[in-house]
């Protein structure tokens, strides 16, 4: 029985065990990120839609990685997930996920230090023109209840978590499933593979007893012979006709994609539309938390054309009364929005700064940046009266 044991275990390639473990690590790693976060990193998704909250930036099946970051590295217009407390009943656990888009950032100091506040909004122009509420009685959220910022984006591989959701079963089957795959493939022998391994390890043996090569003798080998096989590697490459021919070929691709994308960018846009910022509308000025600050609700018409040479991803909004900024507000996507959208936007002011019976203006400033060319920044503003 030992024997056989032994045999069994002499067959098992550690190595093959060893990326098991990493595999299986790595496959824990993912499922405990998508059902409750490790280390301060978690999966979520937009599970509502579609034409979500978030929505046209992002929509249900986005997928978001977030991060855990520290309260002052959390910036006006940062997406941010946090647990909502209009039930306090419901335990942490089980309360609702929201993802939303900080729009406003406020400290209150205490005797332990500043402690840190956040505003946060949709960006659905037309379901999301309010400020969330926290509780029922206020809109700020504090920094406990946040679980982190967004700090990466796959689009619509969110929907395979979702259905999973739906189907438990099937999520615990198709884990089990792969489980089983990966041990039997890695603790399976395979005798070729064993064979051409014995080979190799022969052939090391040999070589080693021939020639005993401290590590160092051979770091400081490589290194003193690479000026020589650089050399030796650019003259062979233009003596011989097929790698002379490689590198012209390589540079002909390379000096022609950056010729011809543009051109071919171009032919693919849809001409109708121009890329930049078209209008802003105002949409509703509301008081929140007592009076205590303006909630000023705008939409922005954004178009883009469809090149991929343009790229327009964020831009900053400025609230101006009197020839004086009174507030600021940053919007930026994680991947580019293509045609003509509407965008719901948000800026808070203290009411002690605003006077509302006066005509204010909103500013946005953004670049277009060229991947083949130089940035050009632009300037929109319109101004309102209330």
């Known amino acids: 029985m030992s024997q056989s044991i032994s045999e069994y275990l002499s067959k098992i390639k550690w190595k093959d065990v060893f990326s098991f473990i990493i ?11 998508l059902t409750g976060g490790i280390l301060g990193t978690s999966l979520v998704v937009i599970e509502n839609g579609p034409h979500s909250s978030m929505w046209p930036t992002y929509d249900q099946g986005d997928m978001f ?44 100091s205490t005797n332990e230090g500043i402690e840190y506040y956040y505003r946060v909004s949709g960006d659905n122009p037309d379901s999301n023109n309010y400020v969330d509420s926290y509780n ?63 080979k190799e390890e022969k052939c090391k043996e040999e070589n080693t007893k021939k020639e005993k090569v401290s590590v160092k003798d051979k770091i400081f080998r490589y290194f003193q012979q ?29 000096i022609s994609l950056i010729i011809f994308i543009p051109i071919l960018d171009t032919i693919v846009s849809n001409r109708n539309l121009e890329t930049g910022i078209k209008d802003i509308s105002l949409v509703q000025i509301q008081q929140y938390d007592d009076g205590e600050i303006y909630f000023i609700a705008y939409k922005i018409y954004f178009s883009h054309d469809g090149t991929w040479n343009k790229v327009l991803k964020n831009f900053n909004i400025t609230l101006i009364q009197n020839d004086k900024e009174l507030a600021y507000m940053y919007w930026y996507s994680f991947y580019q929005k293509e045609g003509d959208l509407t965008i719901g936007g948000s800026i808070i002011v203290p009411t002690s700064d605003f006077n509302i ?13 060229l991947r083949f060319g130089h940035d050009t920044p632009y300037n929109f503003e319109k101004t309102f009266n209330t």
């Open 23 to 33: 595999i299986a690590s790595i496959m824990f790693v993912i499922l405990k990120m």
């Open 65 to 108: 990685l977030i991060v855990k970051s520290k309260p002052d590295n959390i910036h006006m217009g940062d997406v941010i997930v946090y647990r909502s407390n209009l039930n306090p009943s419901i335990p942490d656990s089980k309360k609702l996920l929201i993802i939303h888009r900080v729009i406003n950032i406020t400290k209150v």
């Open 136 to 198: 029922i009685s206020s809109t700020l959220i504090p920094y406990d209840a946040i679980l982190g910022k967004t700090v990466f984006l796959i689009p619509k591989i969110g929907y395979l978590r979702l259905w999973l959701s739906a189907y438990p079963f099937i999520q615990y089957l198709v884990i089990g499933f792969l489980i089983i795959v990966l041990i039997y493939l890695i603790l399976s022998p395979e005798e070729e593979k064993e064979k051409k391994e014995e």
């Open 226 to 254: 690479l000026p020589k096989r650089i050399k030796n590697k650019v003259v062979n490459t233009f003596r011989d006709k097929k790698s002379r021919n490689k590198v012209i070929i390589s540079v002909v691709f390379i």
């Open 357 to 369: 019976s006066q005509s204010f203006t909103i500013s946005i400033s953004y670049s277009i940046h």
